[in-house]
């Protein structure tokens, strides 16, 4: 079973428009939890990450995300979009063994 | 930006023959990765290090070696390479193997297997 689970492929959406990219994660995996973002052609840079603490979490290029652990999520989220946060995002997380596991990936598009 | 390059970029080769990818990091970092990146799977972990001639294997191992000979170097060999070994390949770096340290990826190689 997937130990992290991003519910989107693609999420297009309009400049200026907020979003919500949607991360779930199991039992399988701890809850230190992580975004990456790849821009194209480029390798992964870490957005933000929940180690403990506050729920929210924000990140670089105003970003954040709230750790909810009742729903077992991790949702990104931004209030206003730009052109230039098009790119892939992937949540991830370590699992029992310590190693990195990451979801599928969401594809954000924004448009004009 | 963390200190790591891969090479080559880019790589065309033909169904079983070697392929080796370089990782080379000016960080001194302890612990080294090499991920796979195909569409529909986000990255998988094919092999790691956590020290110089010190490695494990990760969830998509078969059909790859590494070496580590120096800290600054990870190798990954595809010792007869296959079409389903075509793929984006990340190297990262971290300062220990804790979950509390950042990994830093790598630009990536692209390989295409014919």
């Known amino acids: 079973a997937q130990s992290v689970t991003q519910l989107d492929s693609q999420v297009p959406v309009f400049e200026e428009a907020p979003v919500e990219l949607r991360c779930n994660y199991s039992?399988?995996?701890?809850?230190?939890l992580f975004w990456y973002v790849q821009y194209p052609n480029q390798g992964l840079q870490l957005l933000l990450k929940?180690?403990?603490?506050?729920?929210l979490v924000k990140g670089i290029n105003g970003f954040e995300a709230e750790f909810n652990k009742s729903q077992t999520s991790f949702h990104l989220r931004k209030p206003s979009v730009h052109i230039s946060d098009t790119a892939e995002y992937f949540c991830?997380?370590?699992?029992?063994?310590?190693?990195?596991?990451f979801g599928q990936g969401t594809e954000l598009s924004v448009k004009p | 930006d963390a200190g790591i390059t891969q090479s080559p970029r880019h790589k065309v080769t033909e169904t079983g023959t070697p392929v080796t990818l370089r990782c080379h990091q000016t960080?001194?970092?302890?612990?080294m990765y090499w991920y796979r990146q195909d569409p529909g799977h986000g990255l998988r972990l094919i092999h790691y290090?956590?020290?110089?001639?010190?490695?494990d294997k990760g969830e998509v191992s078969d059909g790859y070696s590494v070496s580590r000979s120096k800290t600054e170097d990870f190798l990954l060999t595809l010792e007869s390479a296959t079409s389903s070994q075509t793929s984006v390949y990340f190297c990262?770096?971290?300062?220990?193997?804790?979950?509390?340290?950042?990994?830093?990826f790598g630009p990536g190689t692209r390989l295409t297997v014919l």
């Open positions: 990262a770096i971290s300062e220990a193997g804790t979950v509390y340290n950042e990994q830093f």
């Open positions: 039992s399988s995996v701890s809850v230190y």
């Open positions: 991830a997380s370590y699992n029992q063994g310590g190693k990195l596991i």
């Open positions: 960080e001194n970092h302890r612990y």
């Open positions: 929940y180690l403990s603490g506050s729920t």
């Open positions: 290090s956590y020290g110089v001639k010190d490695t």
